[in-house]
């Protein structure tokens, strides 16, 4: 990658995630991952905490080609963002004195209304 980037990876075969990080100027960091589903259905957790930011919103590549903001007030609510075509989400089991006020203790089960 040279000076400028980096790659890292986790796992082997199905299920492998690769992620590509190149700094570039005057300050941005282009972000890609790449992930093959081991089964019918895959998921994978990445989240960034920059250190303090102006804008603590994260950017994606909408399916037409748009970037969208997706940032969420409270911490945890629409987490996930779902790939374009996944319906239906998975079904949230909510639980007794959750962590999360989205009713469970999974960070990732509230899905955002962004698809990529």
Do not use: C
């Not at 590509?20 to 998921?43: L, M």
């Not at 994978?44 to 969420?72: E, F």
């Amino acid at each position: 990658m040279g000076d400028n980037g980096a790659v890292i990876w986790v796992g082997e075969g199905p299920g492998k995630v690769s992620e590509q990080y190149i700094v570039r100027p005057p300050n941005y960091i282009d972000h890609t991952a790449t992930f093959t589903a081991s089964g019918a259905v895959g998921g994978w957790n990445d989240t960034s905490y920059m250190n303090a930011p102006s804008d603590p919103g994260i950017w994606l590549i909408q399916t037409n080609g748009k970037w969208v903001r997706h940032y969420s007030r409270a911490h945890g609510a629409g987490a996930s963002v779902a790939p374009e075509g996944m319906d239906p989400l998975p079904p949230l089991t909510k639980v007794a004195n959750a962590q999360y006020p989205h009713g469970t203790n999974n960070f990732s089960d509230s899905f955002s209304d962004i698809r990529f």
